[in-house]
């Protein structure tokens, strides 16, 4: 065992204890009952860089939660390698269906499970270990470093853009590395190399100025019910492609050499149908494969829809107002603002005769694609494998991490998404967790990216 493995291993159990801290803590961005968390968990991360040897830690205060900005910058002739993650994390519910409570992390069959455990507390911890391993070890870096964790990238990082184009300079860097991401599988690990784009907007749809007794009215006036089904039902084609008009303009097709990659990976469509309890994969657009419609093709959900009586028994009623909230998936090189708006129009043009709508826009984050034979992806890959042993797959992921297309624009470098999660650790459901073979694993990894820069 070399010197740097045989180092991270003595120091696991000590390193497990020390995310666990940071696991308790529960530092969900969407709530604003959390707020007091959110501060507890950015200054738990600025103190633990501080403690590892970074310099010039600053926790930011923004409208909405802190960024954490640190670095080490003594190779002057070497390259600058940037860190981002994130320390929020999704709500917890449902609460019942956790096997062990959220924010007690525990450990079970070398797994650890908490809420962030993957996404992203865990997977960013990696970043901080490898860079105390090298410090430690070594007693410098072999490249500069700086950090930037946010607080809200599960809302969408809606203060995170700002910040870039303040930090221009103070953000300046040969690469980003990011660690929010998973692998292909036990053992393989992956390079993610495209992330969708979203987009978000609802409406509410009024017939009458008040709910009707359906008796007096029934078969004489609009059902608002009825008209928001109507007009969801426009939507979407019987082949399942989007049927807004000049959705699919922008798509950037797949090649076919990608094509043929995505098929080479060999997807097992029958293992996810038995995970899932489904009888087929028809969603989305039929005439394409399952492992290309979740990854490179855009999509359109309805993601909630209300109206009417949900109580309990019955309610002869005939509602005046329903409401949806939708939000789509975007693929490069679309663009969510552009989107939003065929969107919006859609819906006003075909909304039925016989009632009114109104649509509001909410956020947007844009698709992100980069060359996989760049130099800085090569080094990761070599990285990956020194300690795994076996070359990474390159894959599309359909999840969004939406300012990583900003880190590309705002400051001109290419990004490397290195993932330590697996397909199954529960990202955003109960019982989420993180395999511990992946952590000091992780920590070799970026270690060895480092060196290798
Ligand atoms: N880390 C995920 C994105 C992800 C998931 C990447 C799985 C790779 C594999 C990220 O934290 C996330 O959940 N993003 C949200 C963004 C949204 C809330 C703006 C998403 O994709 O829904
Ligand atoms: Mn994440
Ligand atoms: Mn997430």
């Given at each position: ?124 911890f990696l970043h901080i270990k490898a860079v ?109 492609k989007v049927n807004v008009a000049q959705f ?146 390159y894959k599309r992921e359909g999840g969004s ?53």
């Amino acid at each position: 065992m070399s010197q740097l493995s045989e180092f991270v291993s003595s120091n696991h159990d000590r390193n497990v204890e020390e995310l666990k801290e940071l696991l308790r803590i529960p530092s969900v961005s969407s709530l604003s009952e959390h707020k007091e968390d959110i501060q507890k968990a950015a200054s738990w991360i600025a103190n633990k860089l501080k403690t590892i040897g970074m310099e010039h830690v600053e926790i930011t205060q923004t409208n909405g939660h802190p960024i954490i900005y640190a670095d080490w910058l003594h190779q002057e002739n070497a390259p600058t390698v940037l860190v981002y993650g994130h320390y929020d994390v999704q709500p917890v519910d449902p609460i019942d269906l956790w096997e062990t409570p959220p924010f007690e992390p525990d450990i079970r069959d070398e797994k650890i499970f908490a809420r962030g455990a993957t996404d992203d507390k865990g997977q960013t911890f990696l970043h901080i270990k490898a860079v105390e391993t090298l410090l430690k070890l070594e007693n410098k870096l072999p490249v500069n470093i700086k950090f930037c964790i946010e607080g809200e990238e599960e809302i969408g990082s809606p203060h995170l853009p700002q910040f870039l184009s303040d930090n221009k300079e103070k953000l300046a860097c040969d690469v980003v590395v990011i660690s929010d991401s998973d692998m292909w599988d036990r053992g393989v690990p992956a390079i993610t190399y495209s992330l969708r784009g979203l987009c978000a907007l609802e409406f509410s749809l009024k017939t009458a100025n008040t709910d009707l007794h359906s008796g007096m009215f029934g078969g004489g006036v609009q059902n608002a019910n009825h008209l928001l089904v109507q007009l969801l039902s426009t939507l979407h084609d019987e082949n399942g492609k989007v049927n807004v008009a000049q959705f699919y303009d922008d798509v950037l097709e797949l090649t076919e050499f990608e094509k043929e990659q995505i098929k080479a990976l060999g997807f097992d469509e029958e293992k996810l149908k038995k995970s899932l309890g489904l009888s087929d994969l028809t969603g989305g657009e039929n005439d394409f494969p399952y492992s290309e419609k979740i990854s490179s093709r855009p999509t359109l959900e309805i993601n909630g829809l209300w109206g009417g009586f949900q109580g309990e028994g019955t309610k002869t009623v005939i509602p005046n107002e329903a409401h949806a909230k939708i939000t789509c998936r975007l693929v490069n090189n679309q663009n969510p603002e552009k989107i939003q708006g065929l969107i919006k129009k859609h819906i006003e043009e075909h909304a039925p005769e016989g009632c009114t709508v109104k649509v509001t826009l909410q956020d947007t984050g844009n698709p992100f694609l980069t060359p996989i034979d760049s130099p800085m992806i090569q080094k990761a890959a070599r990285a990956y494998e020194q300690v795994y042993g076996k070359s990474p797959v390159y894959k599309r992921e359909g999840g969004s991490i939406p300012i990583v297309s900003d880190f590309n624009q705002a400051l001109h470098a290419p990004v490397v998404l290195m993932g330590f999660g697996l397909p199954d650790e529960n990202l955003h459901a109960p019982n989420e967790h993180f395999n511990l073979e992946n952590f000091d694993k992780g920590i070799l990894t970026i270690c060895s990216f480092l060196e290798l820069m």
